[in-house]
T-cell receptor, first 112, second 112 residues
Framework: QKEVEQNSGPLSVPEGAIASLNCTYS??????FFWYRQYSGKSPELIMS????GDKEDGRFTAQLNKASQYVSLLIRDSQPSDSATYLC????????????FGKGTKLTVNP | DGGITQSPKYLFRKEGQNVTLSCEQN?????MYWYRQDPGQGLRLIYY???????QKGDIAEGYSVSREKKESFPLTVTSAQKNPTAFYLC???????????FGPGTRLLVL
């Protein structure tokens, strides 16, 4: 069973701080990694994707991937109250019949 | 305007009743999915379809049925055999099963 693990939180940070969200996965062959944001009562929306080791930056968001450690993270710089949401990590194992495996999500609260 | 639509936004089911949730996409995606999300919980896969006229059970298919007669449509029926149907139901689609998924706005099902 391929698994994606996230700390359920809640993670609470003050406004302006860096929020760090972490995710580990069990299938070493996985090649594609995604972060979704889900506001309360809404559906998940894709915010970041990463495919290679290292960092990928998009505005205030940075995704980090370390395939050797089977670890992917999302950093949110200058956190805003509007970033308060649940963040879902999703991993795509390699193989023609494989599909996305979602973690259960980490709830982030940014306090003004 | 491309996207995924789900209807209705809210649905009420009476005891012993079957209800059908609609999911339509105009993204020309081959793969479609149905997830269930309970309060404070992660996504659980009910059914998925890789292509028209084909679908497979996910992790919690009991009490649910689907059809995929058209590429654009993947309706989910919650049958009377599903004893605890109250949840947030999310439809998603992807170009192929090996690509990232995009979500519709969801349908909230409540039992009267």
């Amino acid at each position: 069973q391929k698994e994606v693990e996230q700390n359920s939180g809640p993670l609470s940070v003050p406004e302006g701080a860096i929020a760090s969200l972490n995710c580990t996965y069990s299938d070493r062959s996985s090649q594609s990694f995604f972060w979704y944001r889900q506001y309360s009562g809404k559906s998940p929306e894709l915010i970041m994707s990463i495919y290679s080791n290292g960092d990928k930056e998009d505005g205030r968001f940075t995704a980090q991937l370390n395939k050797a450690s089977q670890y992917v993270s999302l950093l949110i710089r200058d956190s805003q109250p509007s970033d308060s949401a649940t963040y879902l990590c999703a991993v795509l194992p390699q193989g023609g019949s494989e599909k996305l495996v979602f973690g259960k999500g980490t709830k982030l609260t940014v306090n003004p | 305007d491309g996207g995924i639509t789900q209807s209705p936004k809210y649905l009420f089911r009476k005891e012993g009743q079957n209800v059908t949730l609609s999911c339509e996409q105009n993204l020309n995606h081959d793969a479609m999915y149905w997830y269930r999300q309970d309060p404070g919980q992660g996504l659980r896969l009910i059914y998925y379809s890789q292509i028209v006229n084909d679908f497979q059970k996910g992790d919690i298919a009991e009490g649910y049925s689907v059809s995929r007669e058209k590429k654009e449509s993947f309706p989910l029926t919650v049958t009377s055999a599903q004893k605890n149907p109250t949840a947030f139901y999310l439809c998603a689609s992807s170009i192929t099963i090996q690509e990232t998924q995009y979500f519709g706005p969801g349908t909230r099902l409540l039992v009267l």
